[in-house]
């Protein structure tokens, strides 16, 4: 029987990894198609109102921006950590956490002025992040816990958290009975850079554009690309192992911290447990799709930021924004899969005798 | 049974892979009942002969016969299946489950009772004194009781021959003796053990028979073991001299640039891989560690880089204590290291070829908090060409180099860097016949630069040929100390295999 085997290519592909995206892309679209034609709605017309809500003008895009914020943050932190070959899973809970900080400064800074009272929040988020990353780090670093399972599992602990802070100590006295965290006063709203994308926008590229040089090119992201290629390595170029799993997970909570700052005082009126949004959870999948590189996690972060905000409108026509989420999955998929394509050919070919 | 066909018969074995000739039409036999050893050196063929046996691999000539008969495996399973069961030198339990698990793991009747299987494990188990309990999990065992886990699933699936593949390097020398008992055990039940050992005095101490290869071929078949001495043993088992050393001129040892006294420490397994080792490299000598795999080499030369802590005893270079420094301290005052496992430890595979090259010397090459690529790449085109690293470009990946290419860049690297002392860990070891001479110039023109060199490597005729002095390893322990000239090869092989000369 001949059956298609997958034969390593002696050249990859040549511009690889755009032309995967191109075609994952282009496959991915295909798929939800079909999915749509069989739950009896038009494609066309689903992805004609998903482009327009999300590219079709200045303001549609605007907001498609306001998504990307969290998104490629979320893909950072998760992208640095993988340079080392850390898993950071916990973005979610980092920005949940960051949040919370935020919120919590919100409440003591009443009174303060808006720049002094937003920065205070942005940079409490970042802390928040950070710290709700130091236990993982701390006991990969020193006891060697696996950070995946760690990470994860803290997610968890901060949705509860912030339930807990809800129900009880940061009730809202005013909430007339609804369960829910006080008003953030106004001077805490992040003022808008043009049409509803706000200043976010900005702090976002600093960060990417700083931290994407410093992995690239600074002799600490040297350190950290060594460290990820192999531990052993590491240690014998007199590379400290331990302090740098502790600042990289620390630092790619800060990032994420930093963007559940940036959510809470950009686009949230009050504290919730959903602030969120699961941006943690999507960054993991942006940082894949840009293979953990940050200069390549901006772009997918506005793509998915675009599928997101597409898959709200097309509720208006009774399509569930179930078709959103899809979408996204089936983009990894198909991304994925071309790129296996750009390194290997298929063949077909005889069954091979088992040898080993 | 007197008229019992042999247990194992192989014939005219041929396996090649890249670059190797594993087995030359090597020839075992193994009689009904007897424990039967299998000597040589690293790369003798022995694992690559038992796997063919064990029906990993299909040899591409030659035939297998047991009991007899011709047979053909296509895969382990169907080893097993005809009774040939081997415990591999790394064991295949799942930590998680217990020993009766794991022992029917793959065997087991479709419905389980655990309290049934629990009960005829313990009931084989005591069969052959293997002392293990069935209800514990693997985690919780130490090595010597997982080998009998390992032992015990052989035995479940009823194999006639067991093959143990150099069993006793995880052992502690009572567990050793203790297996030594169940093999016996097993050979009385009518089984055939094939057993592979380095070590001379547990060859002459458990086994009937001995084969001894050497470079894939057999040179001496199923000879008893009574009647030899350890001295033909190792005699066997290194050979004689192959070809003329380009051994240098002999020269006068200068000033004492490295000093290891009374060094001890563990291996990974928490064991003692060094028992108070002393020894000093000089300016202008090459001295050469020889020994069998996995008796503290690896050990000691990670120490020596600051790899591996000490339990006890000093460091000193240069007549400075550096016990305690650090890999970059050590590399700082001049000691440069070539590891063992090149890629693994001495370059990042997943890197290019720059990142590679300024391993050592990244925070020199550097402008504020960024790298200077420009000036890592000089750097980098400077050892490229100096050391003849042939490479497509600076940027690429190491993974796409040649194993000689990526040992020319590392010597390189750690040589660019003008240090007083190196060691190297088999640097020689997988390249190929140009490989071998280019790395090995390097060796000697560094020591005619006068540095102090402490190479390791299990290929004797290599030390043989570069060395001023050879100091043999067994057990931790310095075995043996020879001067170049007047090393004798048969006393050697004979320390390496832990028999005083």
Redesign the interface.
């Known amino acids: 029987m001949i059956r298609p085997v997958l034969v390593r290519r002696e050249v990859p592909v040549r511009g690889g990894q755009p032309l995967a995206f191109a075609v994952g892309l282009l496959v991915a679209l295909l798929l939800g198609a079909v999915l749509l034609l069989v739950a009896g709605d038009s494609p066309m017309e689903v992805y004609r109102r998903m482009l327009s809500a999300s590219f079709g003008d200045l303001e549609a895009f605007s907001v498609t921006l306001n998504r990307a914020i969290p998104l490629a943050l979320a893909g950072l932190a998760v992208a640095i950590a993988a340079t080392m070959g850390l898993w950071n899973i916990g973005a979610e809970g980092q920005i949940l956490f960051g949040a919370t900080t935020a919120a919590g400064i919100a409440q003591i800074g009443e009174g303060w002025s808006g720049p002094v009272l937003i920065l205070a929040m942005i940079v409490g988020g970042s802390i928040g992040g950070a710290l709700w990353a130091l236990g993982p780090a701390a006991a990969k670093a020193y006891i060697g816990v696996n950070e995946i399972i760690t990470t994860l599992m803290l997610n968890e602990i901060a949705v509860r958290l912030i339930r807990y802070l809800i129900n009880g100590p940061w009730k809202d006295p005013e909430g007339y009975g609804f369960v829910q965290a006080p008003a953030l006063p106004e001077q805490s709203f992040l003022p808008n850079l043009f049409q509803r994308t706000h200043i976010g926008l900005l702090i976002a590229i600093a960060v990417l554009a700083v931290i994407g ?2 992995v690239s ?4 992201g ?2 950290l ?2 460290a ?3 531990g ?2 590491a ?4 590379i400290s192992l331990k302090r740098k799993i502790l600042t990289v997970l620390v630092l790619s909570g800060a990032v994420a911290g930093l963007a559940g700052g940036i959510e809470l005082t950009g686009n949230a009126t009050r504290l919730t447990e959903t602030v969120s949004n699961g941006y943690g959870f999507a960054g993991i999948i942006v940082a894949a799709l840009a293979l953990m590189r940050p200069s390549g996690v901006a772009a997918v972060a506005v793509l998915f930021g675009a599928v997101q905000v597409g898959g709200q409108s097309i509720k208006a026509i009774g399509v569930s924004d179930a078709v959103s989420t899809v979408l996204q999955a089936l983009i990894l998929f198909g991304v994925i899969a071309a790129g296996v394509l750009i390194v290997y050919r298929i063949e077909m070919a005889e069954p091979k ?4 | 049974m007197d008229a019992a066909p042999l247990a194992v018969e192989l014939k005219g074995i041929w396996k090649r892979f890249p670059g190797v000739v594993a087995n030359a039409g090597t020839e075992l036999t193994v009689k009904r009942g007897s424990i039967h050893a299998v000597l040589g050196e690293n790369g003798a063929g022995k694992s690559t002969l038992m796997n063919v046996l064990a029906g990993v691999y299909r040899p591409e000539e030659g035939e297998v016969r047991l009991f007899g008969e011709r047979v053909v495996f296509a895969n382990p399973a169907d080893a097993l299946a005809a009774g040939v069961g081997m415990v591999h030198q790394e064991f295949r339990l799942v930590p998680t489950f217990t020993v009766a698990e794991n022992v029917v793991l793959g065997a087991a009747d479709r419905v389980l009772n655990m309290g049934a299987v629990e009960r005829r494990v313990a009931e084989l188990a005591g069969q052959f004194s293997l002392d293990v309990d069935p209800q514990r999990h693997i985690w919780q065992l130490s090595m010597g009781e997982r080998q009998r886990v390992e032992i015990l699933k052989a035995l479940w699936r009823d194999a006639e021959i067991l093959i143990l593949d150099e069993p006793t390097a995880v052992l502690t020398p009572n567990e050793a003796d203790e297996l030594g008992l169940v093999i016996r055990r097993m050979a009385n039940d009518g089984r055939s053990v094939i057993f592979i050992s380095h070590k001379l005095h547990e060859v002459k101490q458990y086994c009937d028979e001995a084969t001894v290869l050497r470079g894939g071929k057999t040179v001496a078949a199923s000879m008893p073991v009574a009647d030899l001495t350890p001295q033909q043993l190792a005699e066997l088992m290194v050979g004689e001299a192959t070809e003329a050393a380009l051994r240098p001129e002999p020269r006068q040892a200068g000033e004492q640039l490295l000093s290891v006294q009374n060094l001890c420490a563990l291996n990974n397994r928490s064991l003692e891989a060094l028992s108070n080792i002393s020894l000093s490299v000089h300016a202008g000598e090459i001295v050469g560690i020889a020994g069998v795999a996995g008796n503290g080499q690896r050990e000691l030369s990670d120490v020596i880089a600051g790899l591996r802590e000490s339990t006890s005893g000093t460091v000193t270079l240069f007549g400075e204590d550096i016990t305690t420094a650090t890999p970059r301290q050590r590399f700082r005052a001049g000691l440069s290291y070539i590891p063992e496992d090149r890629v693994g430890v001495g370059l990042a595979p997943q890197l290019s070829v720059t990142d590679n090259a300024i391993l050592r010397s990244y925070r020199e090459h550097t402008r504020g908090p960024l790298i200077a690529v420009d000036r890592a790449k000089a750097f980098c085109a400077d050892v490229v060409d100096s050391f003849k690293v042939r490479t497509g470009s600076l940027d690429q990946r190491i993974a796409g180099l040649s194993g000689g290419n990526l040992q020319r860049l590392l010597v390189g690297r750690e040589l660019t860097a003008e240090p007083s002392v190196i060691v190297a860990s088999q640097p020689t070891r997988g390249l190929d016949v140009q490989g071998v001479k280019a790395i090995q110039e390097l060796l000697i023109d560094a020591r005619n630069e006068g540095l102090g060199v402490l190479m390791i490597s299990e290929d004797l005729d290599e030390l043989l040929a570069i060395s001023d002095r050879i100091i043999v390893m067994h057990e931790g322990q310095i075995a043996a100390e020879y001067e170049g000239a007047d090393a004798d090869r048969s006393a050697i092989g004979l320390a390496m295999a832990g028999e005083s000369p």
């Open positions: 040089l410093m090119r600074s002799s600490w040297y350190e690309r060594v990820g290629s192999s052993a390595t240690a014998y170029a007199g005798v088992r040898s080993t």
